[in-house]
């Protein structure tokens, strides 16, 4: 998901230091080192704002006069499926695979030339649902009165969307139905000064009540609401060795007027505990006429989340919830490959009516494909 321009820029300045500044730079990339790149052109490209589909491809790796100087070695065996399965699963596991492999080349469905609509397998959607939602959550999370104390609980569990706006729903369902009393928490927002703002600027044409409404990617709401023991996920980078990052999944273990204690459940410090503080945070939607300051705990209740966020991570229990259908490239193969087994992973797909289906887009573009060997 890194966009090439972050690799040549690590180019250029490992040049410059192997070179000493000298204008006789190498030809070698990286100044002569060694870097090694992991990663899956099935799954998610780099975001580009407002990104048209040529554009999203230009954005990679491959893209890049880097890639000519690259070797590709290339992975053959699933390790989160096939470590530690019985020989007696084998077959189910190896269809299954390949099943994930070729929606994540486009090979399922007929022709694919950006989208196509797929089946889905019946064992692995719910069907015939009076509370589709409901039945995806008590999956995912059985029994969750009773084991949302253990720290293990929420490390391999999650509710995947493809927007925002359904993750919140989600999420706040499931906090009404969570043990406990809710503690509210709201920002302070305001506007900061900014060059690009003209001089005809009136900053009292933007109310308060206007500045508190706006939810952006990215961005904490005006208004939070936690309890204790509810899984959260920090948004922004804190603590790098300590392993608070972008993305990094924490339970909530006391909430406090400033301050909010929780312990970590994903990545390699599982069970750390850490203090987090509010924290002045500024968007960077270019759509924005100004520039909005706000002061927010730079976290978010992840019951549920993007399809994006989970690229990475590995889980026992998956649940999709395809109220509207994913929208860009590998989308749909990494919902469906975080999961360890078959088992472990259900759908919910909704028609424009709200109408249980069994089937849904599948956004692949080939080209990228182009110059690698899959």
Same mark, same amino acid.
């Given at each position: 998901?890194?966009?090439?321009?972050?690799?040549?820029?690590?180019?250029?300045?490992?040049?410059?230091?192997?070179?000493?500044?000298?204008?006789?730079?190498?030809?070698?990339?990286?100044?002569?080192?060694?870097?090694?790149?992991?990663?899956?052109?099935?799954?998610?490209?780099?975001?580009?704002?407002?990104?048209?589909?040529?554009?999203?491809?230009?954005?990679?790796?491959?893209?890049?006069?880097?890639?000519?100087?690259?070797?590709?070695?290339?992975?053959?065996?699933?390790?989160?499926?096939?470590?530690?399965?019985?020989?007696?699963?084998?077959?189910?596991?190896?269809?299954?695979?390949?099943?994930?492999?070729?929606?994540?080349?486009?090979?399922?469905?007929?022709?694919?030339?950006?989208?196509?609509?797929?089946?889905?397998?019946?064992?692995?959607l719910i069907l015939n649902s009076v509370d589709p939602m409901?039945?995806?959550?008590?999956?995912?999370?059985?029994?969750?009165?009773?084991?949302?104390?253990?720290?293990?609980?929420?490390?391999?569990?999650?509710?995947?969307?493809?927007?925002?706006?359904?993750?919140?729903?989600?999420?706040?369902?499931?906090?009404?139905?969570?043990?406990?009393?809710?503690?509210?928490?709201?920002?302070?927002?305001?506007?900061?000064?900014?060059?690009?703002?003209?001089?005809?600027?009136?900053?009292?044409?933007?109310?308060?009540?206007?500045?508190?409404?706006?939810?952006?990617?990215?961005?904490?709401?005006?208004?939070?609401?936690? @309890?204790?023991?509810?899984? %959260?996920?920090?948004?922004? +980078?804190?603590?790098? =060795?300590?392993?608070?990052? !972008?993305?990094?999944?924490?339970?909530?273990?006391?909430?406090?007027?400033?301050?909010?204690?929780?312990?970590?459940?994903?990545?390699?410090?599982?069970?750390?505990?850490?203090?987090?503080?509010?924290?002045?945070?500024t968007p960077t939607d270019k759509k924005l006429p100004f520039?909005?300051k706000r002061r927010q705990f730079p976290i978010s209740v992840?019951?549920?989340?993007?399809?994006?966020?989970?690229?990475?991570?590995?889980?026992?229990?998956?649940?999709?919830?395809?109220?509207?259908?994913?929208?860009?490239?590998?989308?749909?193969?990494?919902?469906?490959?975080?999961?360890?087994?078959?088992?472990?992973?259900?759908?919910?797909?909704?028609? @424009?009516?709200?109408?249980? %289906?069994?089937?849904?887009? +599948?956004?692949?573009? =080939?080209?990228?494909?182009? !110059?690698?060997?899959?």
């Amino acid at each position: 998901m890194i966009h090439k321009h972050a690799f040549e820029a690590l180019d250029r300045t490992l040049n410059d230091v192997m070179n000493g500044g000298s204008a006789n730079t190498s030809k070698a990339v990286f100044g002569g080192k060694v870097v090694v790149f992991c990663g899956d052109f099935r799954q998610i490209l780099p975001v580009v704002t407002n990104d048209t589909r040529s554009e999203c491809v230009n954005a990679c790796i491959n893209s890049s006069y880097i890639w000519s100087k690259c070797k590709v070695l290339k992975l053959t065996k699933n390790m989160r499926l096939t470590v530690g399965c019985r020989s007696s699963d084998i077959q189910n596991i190896t269809e299954f695979v390949n099943w994930l492999l070729d929606i994540g080349q486009g090979n399922v469905g007929g022709p694919n030339a950006g989208e196509a609509v797929i089946d889905i397998p019946d064992d692995l959607l719910i069907l015939n649902s009076v509370d589709p939602m409901g039945d995806l959550i008590r999956f995912v999370y059985p029994i969750i009165l009773d084991r949302f104390n253990e720290l293990t609980h929420f490390q391999d569990r999650a509710l995947l969307a493809p927007l925002n706006e359904v993750v919140q729903e989600i999420n706040e369902r499931m906090l009404d139905h969570f043990p406990g009393e809710e503690v509210e928490y709201l920002s302070s927002d305001s506007l900061t000064e900014c060059e690009d703002l003209s001089e005809d600027f009136d900053p009292q044409l933007y109310s308060r009540d206007l500045l508190n409404g706006l939810k952006m990617s990215g961005m904490p709401n005006h208004r939070l609401a936690h @309890k204790v023991g509810v899984p %959260i996920m920090l948004l922004r +980078n804190i603590n790098h =060795k300590k392993g608070l990052c !972008n993305g990094t999944r924490l339970q909530v273990v006391s909430l406090g007027r400033r301050v909010i204690e929780a312990k970590v459940v994903s990545g390699t410090n599982i069970g750390y505990r850490t203090l987090i503080s509010r924290v002045s945070l500024t968007p960077t939607d270019k759509k924005l006429p100004f520039r909005l300051k706000r002061r927010q705990f730079p976290i978010s209740v992840c019951f549920a989340m993007t399809i994006n966020k989970s690229q990475g991570q590995s889980l026992s229990r998956v649940g999709l919830y395809l109220k509207d259908p994913v929208f860009s490239h590998g989308q749909l193969y990494v919902a469906l490959s975080r999961v360890k087994t078959r088992d472990g992973i259900k759908l919910v797909i909704l028609d @424009k009516e709200s109408k249980l %289906i069994n089937k849904t887009t +599948n956004v692949v573009y =080939k080209e990228i494909f182009g !110059n690698i060997e899959c």
